[in-house]
């Protein structure tokens, strides 16, 4: 059964996002990035096909080797998502650090 995920299930799991974090400043192998995790290097590559298939990174062949590397596109969409939860949540917390100071001033 080949299940369709999302964006938010593959950036669900620690060391996927462990990988993104890597490939943020370059391209690598799926050796170059087994190379950074303690577990089986086919177990790395299953996340690199999810993150994949849900178009987080990019494959460029480069001779015999395949480079990964993010999909600026794709993460600037999520960034698109979360924004109006960040901004949400940055005001509810202004709010309550005003109440504290008003109550702290009136003890």
Known sequence: MNLRRDVFQAIADPTRRAILLLLATQSL??????????TARPTVSKHLQILTACELLK?????????YHLNAGKMK?????????????????????????NYKSEQ
């Open 77 to 101: 969409e999520i960034a698109d998502f979360i924004e109006p939860f960040r901004d949400m949540w940055d005001d509810r917390f202004n709010k309550l650090e005003a109440i504290m100071k």
């Open 59 to 67: 494959q460029e062949q480069n001779g015999r080797e395949i480079l």
């Open 29 to 38: 192998t799926a050796g170059a990035i087994a190379s950074n995790f303690d």
